[in-house]
C-alpha cells in the first residue's frame, strides 16, 4: 500500500497544452479535485503567482471538493479576492460538487460556474467529528460564516440569501437551479465553452470587463509539482495514520534490538512526517496517547509476567486510539475501520513476534566458560582413584570423581560438573551400564 502511495507520489504530472506564443488571452488552468486542505491552499496560491509572473491573463480553476479546513478555504478566499488577475472557477466536471467549504471558493470567484449534473450547497459548520456544535457556539460560528458567504456573494452580484441559507439551513441545489437562482454566473460543459461563452459576455474586473475574442482564449494546464504531491500525499489521513504506526514500530524495533540501524532510521522519519501531518489534520489528542500508552503496554510485557494480559491491553488501547486518531470533519473522512482493522493487526503481528523472541531470548540461559562444558565427553589421559586429567575440545583438565572409578587412558567420560579450573565426571550412561 505504501509502495502504491509512493508510486503515485513520484508519477510525473499529466503533459500540459502550451498555449501559443502570440495567444492574446492565455488562461491558466489549475485542478482542485480534493478536500480543501493546506495543500489547495497553497495549490492556489503557487498558480495565482504563476499566472501574474507568466503573463496569464486569467486563472480557471477546476474545483470538485466536498469541503474541508475553514483556515484552508479562508486563506484561498483571500488569495481570490488579493488575486493580480481575475479568477474563473468552474465546478466539473459532471457528477462534481462544491459542498462546504468549497461553496464559499464559489462565491469568492470573479466568475462562478458549474457543469450540468454538479450541485453546490451544504455549508453548515460542523465540529470535530461531523456532530453539530452546540446552540452557544453554533449561533457565534453560524453567525460569522453566513455574514461572511452573504459579503462574497453580495460583492459579486450573486443570491446573497441562498448563499446564507447554505451555511444557515445546510441547502444543496443542482447545477441548473443555481444557474436559474443566480447563485453562479453560467452553466458550462467544459473549460472551454466556458471560455467561449466569456467570450461574449466578458469577464468582470477592476476596471471594466475584459474583452477577448473566442478564438484568443488558450488553456495551459498548471502543473502543482512534486512539492505539492508530497504534501496533498502526507495530509492524507490514511497516510498519516500508516506513518505514525510504522514510526512507531520502528523505533519500538529499534530499542529493544539495539544496533539494527534501518528501522530506528525509518521510524524516526515516518514519525515525524506523521507528526506534522497530523498538527494540520483534525487529530485528537487523547487517540495519540491511547496509542502511545499500548506501545508502553507492550514494552512492560517484556519485564512483567502478566501471561499475555498487557499485551491483550495494548490491542485494545492501539484500536481505541485508532478509531478515534483522527476526527472526520466535512469532506476529510477520517481513517476507514477496514484500514485500522487491518493495519492494527499487521503491527500487532509484528510487536508480538518481536516480544517472543525477545523474551525466549532473555529466558534462555546461555552457557559461559565451564558451565559450557558441563554435558561433554572427555577421554582420560591419567587417572588414580578419584583424581586424574583428561583431554576435551583439544585441551588438558584436571578432573576428578564423587566415588573412585576404574578408568585407564583412552577410556571416555562425562562431565557433570566444573568448578575452579576442574571437571567433575562420571561414567557415560552406556559405560555404566555395561559396568554394572
Not at 12 to 19: E, K, W, Y
Not at 27 to 47: D, F, G, K, N
Not at 116 to 121: L, R
Not at 181 to 196: I, K, Q
Request: some cysteine; proline content about 6%; overall charge negative.
Amino acid at each position: 500500500m505504501v509502495l502504491l502511495a509512493l508510486g503515485a507520489l513520484f508519477r510525473p504530472a499529466p503533459g500540459a497544452t502550451q498555449a501559443p506564443p502570440d495567444a492574446a488571452f492565455p488562461v491558466l488552468h489549475a485542478r482542485i479535485h480534493a478536500p480543501i486542505t493546506p495543500a489547495s491552499e497553497q495549490l492556489l496560491a503557487h498558480a495565482l503567482e504563476q499566472a501574474r509572473d507568466q503573463g496569464y491573463r486569467a486563472l480557471l480553476l477546476e474545483l470538485d471538493t466536498p469541503g474541508g479546513l475553514v483556515t484552508s478555504m479562508r486563506a484561498m478566499v483571500s488569495s481570490i479576492l488579493g488575486a493580480e488577475v481575475p479568477v474563473l472557477l468552474w465546478v466539473g466536471p459532471r457528477g462534481a460538487r462544491a459542498t462546504s467549504a468549497g461553496v464559499f471558493l464559489v462565491a469568492a470567484a470573479h466568475v462562478a460556474a458549474m457543469s450540468p449534473q454538479s450541485t453546490i450547497g451544504a455549508a453548515s459548520p460542523v465540529e470535530m467529528g461531523g456532530k453539530d456544535v452546540g446552540q452557544t457556539m453554533e449561533a457565534k460560528i453560524k453567525n460569522d460564516l453566513m455574514s461572511y458567504a452573504r459579503g462574497l456573494a453580495e460583492a459579486r452580484g450573486r443570491n446573497a440569501a441562498w448563499y446564507q441559507d447554505a451555511v444557515d439551513s445546510a441547502v444543496s441545489i443542482t447545477a441548473q437551479e443555481a444557474a436559474m437562482a443566480g447563485v453562479v454566473d453560467l452553466l458550462a460543459d467544459s473549460p472551454e465553452d466556458l471560455l467561449a461563452q466569456l467570450a461574449v459576455k466578458g469577464i468582470p474586473w477592476r476596471d471594466g470587463p475584459l474583452r477577448f475574442g473566442a478564438q484568443d482564449a488558450a488553456l495551459t494546464s498548471y502543473d502543482p509539482g512534486l512539492r505539492h504531491r508530497l504534501l496533498a500525499w502526507l495530509l492524507d489521513p490514511q497516510i498519516a495514520y500508516l506513518l505514525l504506526l510504522g514510526g512507531i514500530a520502528g523505533l519500538f524495533f529499534e530499542f529493544t534490538t539495539p544496533g539494527a540501524v534501518l528501522p530506528g532510521v525509518f521510524g524516526g522519519l515516518s514519525l515525524l512526517l506523521a507528526l506534522y501531518a497530523l498538527s494540520i489534520l483534525p487529530t485528537s489528542t487523547a487517540g495519540i496517547l491511547l496509542i502511545l500508552f499500548a506501545v508502553v503496554l507492550f514494552v512492560l510485557e517484556i519485564f512483567i509476567t502478566s501471561f499475555g494480559m498487557l499485551a491483550v491491553a495494548g490491542l485494545v488501547a492501539l484500536f481505541m486510539g485508532s478509531l478515534i486518531l483522527i476526527e472526520p470533519t466535512p469532506g476529510l473522512e477520517g481513517v476507514p475501520l477496514a484500514t485500522i482493522i487491518a493495519t492494527v493487526s499487521t503491527v500487532t503481528a509484528i510487536m508480538s513476534l518481536c516480544l517472543v523472541l525477545i523474551t525466549r531470548a532473555q529466558r534462555t540461559q546461555t552457557m559461559h566458560g565451564l558451565d559450557a562444558m558441563v554435558g561433554m565427553t572427555v577421554r582420560i589421559t591419567e587417572w588414580q582413584g578419584q583424581t586424574g586429567r583428561v583431554r576435551v575440545r583439544g585441551e588438558i583438565w584436571k578432573a576428578r570423581a564423587d566415588a573412585p572409578l576404574a578408568l585407564h587412558p583412552g577410556d571416555v567420560a562425562r562431565v557433570v560438573a566444573a568448578k575452579d579450573l576442574t571437571l567433575t565426571i562420571t561414567l557415560p550412561v552406556e559405560e555404566g551400564a555395561d559396568k554394572a
